[in-house]
């Protein structure tokens, strides 16, 4: 069974910056997509950032720019690089991995973005 455990999450000042990590067991991490997610209080679950096992990189129009994923093979973590945070990006932050037919979540982290 696959289990995914987020951290970094925290509390920063708008226009700084955290790490989120994503540690991946329980299968082959190299044969899964990886992703982020998060929900704010009141909204739905929306996609921040998510790369499969190649290059290929798709991110929320709100972060472009700002964040980065990556993805460590040998470490089986992936990370989420935020830059230029701001109070909008307030949410509970989801790891996910994925293929055709599966789908696994972590438990979530919170970022909370304030002065």
């Known amino acids: 069974q696959v289990q995914l455990v987020e951290s970094g999450g925290g509390l920063v000042q708008p226009g700084g910056s955290l790490r989120l990590s994503c540690a991946f067991s329980?299968?082959?991490?190299?044969?899964?997509?990886m992703g982020w997610y998060r929900q704010a209080p009141g909204k739905q679950r929306e996609l921040v950032a998510r790369?499969?096992?190649?290059?290929?990189?798709q991110y929320a129009d709100s972060v472009k720019g700002r964040f980065t994923i990556s993805r460590d093979n040998a470490k089986n973590t992936v990370y989420l690089q935020m830059n230029n945070l701001k109070p909008e990006d307030t949410a509970v932050y989801y790891c996910?991995?994925?293929?055709?037919?599966?789908?696994?979540w972590g438990q979530g982290t919170q970022v909370t973005v304030s002065s």
């Open positions: 329980g299968s082959i991490f190299s044969n899964y997509g």
């Open positions: 996910n991995a994925y293929t055709i037919n599966k789908n696994y």
């Open positions: 790369m499969a096992n190649g290059s290929f990189k």
